[in-house]
């Protein structure tokens, strides 16, 4: 079954549907207050996510840091927020996402 990439107002999913009238349904069905900006058949049967378009440039994993700074601040949300914030640059909140996120995978 073919992939389809649709993107909303505020997310972009993955859909194994059979074409793109179903894709629109699936969008519009999970999220329905959302406008559908774009739909698209993805040419195989894999997502690949660009670190580029992302964000994800340079040489610094974020989550590498992120686990760092919780070991560094044994396990220590706040503590560790404020070392990856010391660490990076990013703003609160960000710092706050990445290391929520590297603490519900287990670091």
């Excluded at 992302?54 to 070991?71: E, F, H, Q, V």
Aim: hydrophobic residues 40%; aromatic residues 6%.
């Amino acid at each position: 079954m073919p992939l389809f990439e649709v993107e909303t107002t505020a997310h972009i999913m993955i859909a194994c549907v059979e074409d793109e009238a179903a894709a629109r349904r699936f969008a519009q069905t999970n999220y329905p207050s959302e406008e559908i900006l774009r739909v698209s058949h993805r040419p195989r049967d894999a997502w690949v996510i660009s670190k580029n378009l992302l964000g994800l440039t340079g040489k610094s994993d974020p989550c590498a840091i992120a686990r760092d700074c919780l070991a560094r601040a044994s396990g220590d949300k706040l503590h560790a927020v404020r070392l990856y914030m010391q660490q990076t640059g990013a703003d609160l909140e960000g710092a706050r996402r990445v290391i929520e996120s590297n603490m519900t995978i287990g670091w």
